[in-house]
C-alpha cells in the first residue's frame, strides 16, 4: 500500500499500522509486559542521553545486550509507575526489577517518600518566599510622598 493510499485511510483503520505500538513489549528479563490499548502499562524508549541511557542498561542486567530503537521498557520498573526526568527523583532510572532483593526494593520506596518530602518542602518554601514578597509590596505601597502612610493598618502575615 502506498503512502497516498494510507493518508485516505480513516485513521482507525491505519491504527494497527503504527509502528510504534506493534510488537512493543518490554525489554527486561522474566517481564512479560506487552502494549495492549487501555491496560494502563506505559513503556518507554531508552534515553538519547548516553549517561542516562548507561545507567538504564545497567539497570536492566541484561549480559552483552545494547538496547536498540526498538527496546522499550515498561512502567512496571520504575517505583512509582512512571519514569522522572528529575535526576534527584528514584524514578529517574529504572530501579524494580525480578532481580532486586526486597531489602532493595524497600530502600527504593523509602527514597520515593524522601524524595516527595523534600519536594514538598521546597514548594512550601517558594511559597513562603512569594507571601512574604507580596506583604512587603503592599507595606510599599500603603506608604504615599513624604513617608505618610494612606492607611494606618497593620499587616497580619498568615501561614
Keep these: 500500500m502506498t503512502s497516498r493510499e ?7 483503520v491505519r ?3 503504527k509502528p510504534y505500538e506493534m510488537g512493543k513489549s518490554c525489554c527486561a528479563v522474566g517481564c512479560t509486559n506487552r502494549y495492549s490499548k487501555g491496560s494502563g502499562i506505559h513503556f518507554y524508549r531508552f534515553p538519547r542521553d548516553e549517561e542516562r541511557r548507561a545507567k538504564w542498561v545497567v539497570a536492566v542486567a541484561r549480559k552483552n545486550w545494547a538496547p536498540s530503537e526498538h527496546s522499550w521498557i515498561c512502567s512496571a520498573h520504575f517505583v512509582c509507575g512512571l519514569k522522572s526526568d528529575d535526576p534527584l527523583s528514584p524514578d529517574y532510572v529504572p530501579s524494580v526489577f525480578a532481580h532486586t532483593k526486597s531489602p532493595a526494593k524497600r530502600r527504593l520506596e523509602e527514597g520515593v517518600k524522601r524524595f516527595e518530602r ?7 518554601r517558594v511559597e513562603s518566599g512569594d507571601k512574604q514578597e507580596a506583604a512587603r509590596s503592599l507595606l510599599e505601597l500603603s506608604e504615599v510622598g513624604n513617608g505618610h502612610p494612606i492607611v494606618n493598618h497593620t ?3 498568615l501561614q
Excluded at 494510507?6 to 482507525?12: E, G, H, K, Q, V
Excluded at 523534600?118 to 512550601?124: E, F, G, I, T, W
Design 15 to 17: 491504527e494497527w499500522q
Design 6 to 12: 494510507l493518508r485516505t485511510l480513516p485513521d482507525r
Design 155 to 157: 499587616l497580619v502575615y
Design 118 to 124: 523534600v519536594s514538598l518542602a521546597k514548594n512550601r
